[in-house]
């Protein structure tokens, strides 16, 4: 069978290799001339940066990928647990360091929040329990049909904490302002509010700070590279640099791709790793599908996006570890700018990624890669980046400096910044969004796109926009969940 891929991003790059590795010929089309996605990488004079992910948590997932292509991910890549995981600033000069050993983050709990020491415990066993009722239902099953459900512990589903925000839990299990802002953060991982969405969210932590975060020796570009490898080990064949205008469906079935560039490329069937909604509403014409799935999915809320500034500095901050985070002082108000208002915060939460503390060779010999990350509202009328990037960007350098890195803006060698304009001009990602579809309600985890479209035979979707969600482990369960359902199509 050939297969049509559109996008070489982290689904389409999975899906390619799982494929492929079944004996299909498949070929991935990518706009960009080079693979990844969001999962990116730049390089400024002699800094290198990664711009999209930076934490791999789940990394059972991938090894589970590999294999089922007959390779080792260890072959491919070398992961190794951060630590300590993260350091979390406080604007009164609070610090605190999560590491992966729970007694050493306790010690440092005692610190700050002497109150809560008895509640974090509890609090991961609360977030394990929400992962054990969840993950079968919501991460590794396709969801696509009636017989996805059998075999499901329904009354598991009824009790996941999905009737209460992530917030509200979370103030009644610790009373420290600290631990209740560090806890919050972690929706921000799939681009939700935590003031918004259901506490179910509350399993990330779980994630993280039971099964481990981590990095990829020469930075998170290095699975990018090891997953089109894998795809082209399994014989698959990319091609670069060429955007697809369309899907060609005939008779309600797809038979292949228009491209820009006037080539049709016939084939069996289409997996679209390009964004649900562009694939739905832009690449599909008004007569493919039916009005009231153009208007379900145009409704389709997207998650948050980001505001990125990559800034190579001639100096190396001693407070900085490898993953920084420096908190705003009034959180809620925060979400509140970036969710409701749309615009961005003045006083954000400002995320610090520093792989020159783990790669020195990511920056030249006394100076850091600092990849400086802020949460921002998706695109929208009530923020225009083309007027306001430089002033922001200077606002968030003296924000920097104002709290503890001295002196930031005159060490600045080489600069550039990556917008919500620009994730989506670049990976066509629904209005700029960086997680794919918003789980700020407690419906979200069953309105997500599903990976086979219902109205087009032969249409596949994977990637952070449709079912399980955004996030590299989700995107490569979406790959698998395309992949099963078209094995079950076309066994
Ligand atoms: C700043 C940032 C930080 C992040 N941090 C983390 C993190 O720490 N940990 C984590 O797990 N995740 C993180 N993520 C999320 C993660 O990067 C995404 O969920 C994931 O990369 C999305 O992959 P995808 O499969 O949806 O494909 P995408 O990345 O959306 O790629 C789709 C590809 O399709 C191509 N394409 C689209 N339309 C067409 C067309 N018409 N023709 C040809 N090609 C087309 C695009 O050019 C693109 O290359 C982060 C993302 C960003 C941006």
Redesign the pocket.
């Known amino acids: 069978m050939r297969v049509n891929i ?7 790059m ?1 899906t390619a290799a799982l494929l492929a590795s079944k004996d299909h010929q498949v070929y991935v ?4 001339a080079q ?5 990116n990488q730049q390089v400024l004079g002699d800094f290198r940066f990664d ?7 789940m990394p059972f997932v991938l090894e589970k990928l590999f294999s089922d292509c007959g390779k080792y991910l260890n072959d491919y890549v070398t992961m190794e647990p951060v630590e300590p995981i993260c350091r979390y600033f406080w604007q009164d000069g609070t610090e605190f360091n999560c590491w992966q050993d729970v007694k050493k983050t306790l010690d440092e709990i005692r610190l700050i929040a002497p109150s809560d020491i008895h509640a974090y415990k509890p609090f991961l066993s609360y977030a394990e329990k929400i992962y054990e009722r969840t993950s079968n239902a919501f991460l590794f099953n396709p969801l696509n049909s009636w017989r996805d459900f059998l075999g499901l512990p329904l009354t598991d589903m009824a009790r996941i904490d999905a009737l209460t925000t992530v917030s509200k839990r979370i103030d009644s299990k610790f009373s420290s302002p600290y631990l209740r802002q560090f806890f919050k953060r972690f929706t921000t ?1 799939n681009g939700s509010s935590p003031y918004q969405a259901p506490a179910t969210l509350n399993v990330i932590p779980h994630v993280e700070l039971n099964q481990g975060g981590y990095y990829v020796k020469g930075g ?1 570009y290095e699975l990018a590279n090891a997953l089109r490898k894998l795809a082209e080990d399994s014989g698959a064949t990319f091609v670069f640099g ?4 369309s899907i060609v469906v005939e008779n309600k079935r797809t038979t292949g791709l228009q491209m ?1 560039n006037g080539e049709v490329y016939p084939s069996d069937i289409v997996v679209s ?3 649900a909604t ?1 694939s739905y509403l832009k ?1 599909l014409s008004d007569n493919d599908i039916s009005p009231s799935k153009k208007k379900k999915v145009a409704k389709t809320e997207p998650s948050c996006s ?1 505001f ?1 500034l990559l800034l190579g500095i001639s100096k190396t901050y001693e407070k900085l570890v490898h993953h920084n985070i420096f908190f705003s002082n009034d959180y809620e108000n925060e979400f509140h700018d970036i969710f409701e208002k749309r615009v961005m915060p003045y006083d954000p939460t400002i995320y610090v990624a520093n792989t020159s503390y783990s790669d020195k060779e990511h920056a030249p010999k006394g100076g850091s890669n600092l990849f400086v ?1 802020v949460n921002a509202p998706y695109q929208s009328d009530n923020w225009n980046w083309a007027e306001k990037t430089e002033t922001y960007s200077n606002h968030v350098i003296s924000l920097l400096e104002k709290r503890g890195l001295a002196d930031l803006s005159s060490h600045i060698v080489e600069q550039d910044v ?1 917008t919500p304009d620009d ?1 989506y001009e ?4 629904n209005k700029g969004s ?3 579809t918003s789980s700020n309600d407690r419906f979200s985890a069953f309105a997500r796109p599903r990976n086979k479209s219902k109205e087009i035979d032969g249409l596949y979707l ?4 449709t079912h399980p969600g ?6 490569v369960l ?2 698998q969940h395309a992949t099963t359902l078209i094995m079950r199509d076309f066994r």
């Open positions: 559109i996008g070489a991003g982290i689904g389409g999975a089309y990518e706009k960009n693979a990844g996605g969001k999962m711009t999209g992910p930076s934490l791999l948590t991982y998170l060429e955007e697809v205008e820009k790793n390009s964004d562009e690449l980001g990125v990350l990556i994730f670049k990976y066509r990602s960086i997680y794919g994977t990637g952070g926009s955004g996030g590299i482990p989700l995107c979406s790959a």
